[in-house]
């Protein structure tokens, strides 16, 4: 892939990413969030944190179906670091507009809520990987370490769906299509392991 178009993609990238953020100040500026606004910048950002997560997660099974799609490796971080962007408003939001900065309210949920103990334990998993997602922190760490460290990606996003399933009411589905994203690329990321050891194998043997 050449320069030009690796950047057309990142920028195309970046506006699809921000587009909910931006969707939101301008409903905030307008007043048309709907009747309950803090609902609706809680939904929203929650989401979008686990569908960013999601489809960072989604780049590496792609790249071991074809070689061809080694290029995406490049969005990875973008994507990853787009969720814990929207990870982090979503946390301010709860802290802000349901806390009202009140500590107190927070201990009370952290050990009575169960929703908001899967949710904080969630961000909690992002952060250092939000924190080691540097060229420099790659190096400083090592390949190995660096890896195993960023395979908590996996239980992040888990704990992120539990939060939502959680969080909605008895019988409300929204959650189940990001649901099934999720289970779908942790089913297919140890048989797709497999195919391509395999193909290692043949190429060597050959």
Same mark, same amino acid.
């Given at each position: 892939? +050449?320069?030009?178009?690796l ?14 953020f ?7 500026? %307008?007043?048309? *969030?709907?009747?309950?606004? %803090? ?5 929203t950002? !929650?989401? +979008?944190?686990l ?8 780049? %590496?099974?792609l ?5 061809r799609?080694s290029?995406?490796?490049r969005?990875?971080?973008l ?8 990870a982090?408003? #979503? ?6 507009l349901?806390? +009202?900065?009140?500590?107190g309210?927070?201990?009370t ?7 908001i103990?899967? !949710?904080?334990?969630?961000?909690? $998993?992002?952060?250092? *990987? ?7 922190a790659?190096?400083?760490l ?6 195993? *460290? #960023? ?10 769906i539990? #939060? ?8 409300? $589905? ?9 289970f779908?690329?942790?089913a297919?990321?140890p048989?797709?392991? *497999? ?12």
């Amino acid at each position: 892939m +050449n320069r030009k178009t690796l950047i057309a993609l990142k920028t195309l990238t970046w506006i699809a990413c921000l587009s909910p953020f931006a969707l939101l100040v301008y409903e905030a500026v %307008t007043n048309t *969030l709907g009747p309950d606004p %803090t609902s609706t910048i809680t939904l929203t950002t !929650g989401y +979008n944190a686990l569908l960013m997560l999601i489809l960072s997660l989604g780049i %590496t099974p792609l790249r071991l179906l074809s070689p061809r799609l080694s290029w995406l490796i490049r969005f990875r971080r973008l994507l990853g670091l787009f969720a814990f962007f929207y990870a982090s408003l #979503h946390l301010a939001t709860y802290i802000a507009l349901y806390m +009202n900065f009140d500590l107190g309210v927070f201990k009370t949920d952290i050990t009575k809520r169960r929703f908001i103990i899967a !949710g904080f334990l969630a961000y909690s $998993l992002l952060v250092p *990987l939000a924190a080691t997602s540097t060229t420099w922190a790659i190096r400083k760490l090592g390949g190995k370490r660096w890896n195993r *460290l #960023h395979k908590l990606v996996y239980f992040a996003a888990i704990c992120g769906i539990i #939060h939502y399933w959680w969080q909605v009411k008895p019988g409300v $589905l929204s959650p189940m299509r990001l649901t099934i994203a999720l289970f779908v690329l942790l089913a297919a990321r140890p048989v797709l392991l *497999l195919i391509q050891k395999r193909r290692a194998r043949r190429a060597v043997a050959a």
